[in-house]
């Protein structure tokens, strides 16, 4: 049996989209690009098998078991990874998240896990704690000086949820970030560049995230009063108030990940503007619809889009159906890795 091993970060178990029993509702809600690759797979004959691990949390998870095209899709809580012996072993494994359970179990069980592939950020880029791995997966082209035996990732984010919806624009800049990953994200530098900003104080802002009272505080602190706090939605909602926006925003540093809302806000048909300092393949960069900014510079990008906006849009539009749609990613990741 060809099968595909998924090895999934336990750290945020009750996820929404596990609430999901029915394959039609879990493809329909899940956010996590990860675990709909995993279907891909099988509805496209690369695997007879796709298994996602997790460790148990303290109010046990019981299986979850999809047929897709008579094969099995299944999500497993385990109390510990040495379980994956009780198994036939893996063709590939995928490990998301660095975490040091996963590097244990690669110097444990290495020849069961098959083709071994790494993928996490900021500090732990590369494993912390001697984990064997065939290859390391990044997300930004800095990356390619400093790892050994690397090759890129690709994600985008799922297309039932985010997509173009015509919609009156209501605002602005549409900013998505978490309050609780503040030191990832920089908010504080950005609330700064408005406060001096005479041409971002102009604009109708809007932070999409949790802990909204922080942001008003630090807008206090600033004297920043153009920056309206939504609060946390779900991403049906997010998708609609990028769609109502002009451009999406995203100004994560060096310490963050690739995060998923930049190919959120692209599949949404909405331009983006990035921070240089935030981690993105150039396959996302190379086009109208975005751009890629210093703080110095980020007035003139927000500006270049703004006053191109029908022009910017158009060009994310075209680059969601040849470049970034979530069946050509797919697809280029399990070739690059049939090739090693």
Not at 66 to 92: H, L, M, S, T
Request: one cysteine or more; proline letters at 3%; aromatic letters at 14%.
């Amino acid at each position: 049996m060809n099968s595909f091993w998924l090895f999934r970060s336990d750290l945020r178990i009750l996820e929404s989209y596990h609430q999901y029993t029915s394959l039609e509702e879990f493809k329909k809600h899940c956010w996590d690009f990860y675990l709909l690759q995993g279907i891909y797979f099988l509805e496209n004959n690369y695997f007879d098998e796709v298994i996602i691990w997790r460790l148990q949390p303290k109010i046990k998870q019981k299986e979850i078991v999809f047929n897709i095209n008579g094969k099995r899709f299944i999500q497993r809580w385990v109390d510990n990874f040495n379980e994956i012996v009780k198994y036939p072993k893996a063709d590939i494994s995928f490990f998301r998240g660095g975490f040091k359970e996963y590097d244990i179990l690669t110097q444990q069980h290495s020849k069961h896990l098959g083709l071994k592939l790494y993928l996490s950020a900021g500090i732990r880029i590369l494993p912390q704690w001697k984990g064997i791995y065939d290859y390391i997966l990044i997300e930004s082209e800095r990356e390619f000086n400093i790892v050994n035996n690397c090759i890129p990732f690709y994600k985008t984010a799922n297309p039932l949820i985010f997509k173009p919806l015509n919609l009156q624009k209501k605002y602005d800049i549409c900013w998505p970030c978490n309050w609780t990953q503040e030191r990832y994200k920089g908010q504080e530098s950005f609330i700064k560049m408005v406060s001096n900003s005479t041409y971002l104080k102009k604009l109708k802002i809007i932070h999409i995230g949790n802990q909204p009272l922080k942001g008003q505080n630090m807008c206090k602190k600033y004297k920043v009063e153009n920056i309206e706090f939504i609060g946390h939605t779900n991403r049906e909602s997010l998708n609609v108030y990028l769609n109502q926006s002009k451009l999406g925003l995203v100004t994560s540093n060096l310490t963050d990940g690739c995060p998923r809302i930049s190919t959120e806000i692209l599949m949404s048909g909405t331009p983006l503007v990035i921070s240089e300092t935030t981690r993105l393949l150039s396959l996302y960069k190379q086009s109208e619809g975005v751009s890629e900014t210093t703080e110095i510079t980020m007035s003139y990008g927000i500006l270049r889009i703004l006053t191109n906006l029908s022009y910017a849009q158009n060009c994310i539009n075209i680059k969601i159906k040849n470049e970034i749609s979530f069946d050509k990613l797919c697809k280029k990741n399990i070739e690059n890795w049939q090739k090693l």
